[in-house]
Nanobody, 124 residues
Framework: VQLQASGGGLVQAGGSLRLSCAAS????????VGWFRQRPGAEREFVAS????????YYADSMKGRFTISRDNAKNTAYLQMNSLKPEDTAVYYC??????????????????WGQGTQVTVSS
């Protein structure tokens, strides 16, 4: 499975962005998907995850109520809708896929496939 993250950019505080994670391969629909981010000088941080069928989601506490993860298996794509963005959300955002479809694990080492990352910059 190859993943391609896109949708990042520059946005003002309070604004919104929707990230996309497009996947190749027929098995993507059976995998859990996670979004992570990495700020300069910091470790990769869990953002949100979704089960293979989209029925279950899991968020980091600081993202609850602002971010929404979703997926469209017919399009082999997962999404991260980010609202009420803050300057501290500035980071490179990565999507990842876990062969364990129900996993939704917040630990990045558990994921099997990674996209290349997309930069999100929130100005104050």
């Amino acid at each position: 499975v190859q993943l391609q993250a896109s949708g990042g950019g520059l946005v003002q505080a309070g604004g919104s962005l929707r990230l996309s994670c497009a996947a190749s391969g027929r098995t993507f629909s059976s995998y859990a998907v996670g979004w992570f981010r990495q700020r300069p000088g910091a470790e990769r941080e869990f953002v949100a995850s979704i089960s293979w069928n989209g029925e279950m989601t899991y968020y980091a506490d600081s993202m609850k109520g602002r971010f929404t993860i979703s997926r469209d298996n017919a399009k082999n794509t997962a999404y991260l809708q980010m609202n009420s963005l803050k300057p501290e959300d500035t980071a490179v955002y990565y999507c990842a896929a876990d062969r364990a479809g129900w996993s939704m694990d917040p630990q990045y080492l558990k994921y099997d496939y990674w996209g290349q990352g997309t930069q999100v910059t929130v100005s104050s």
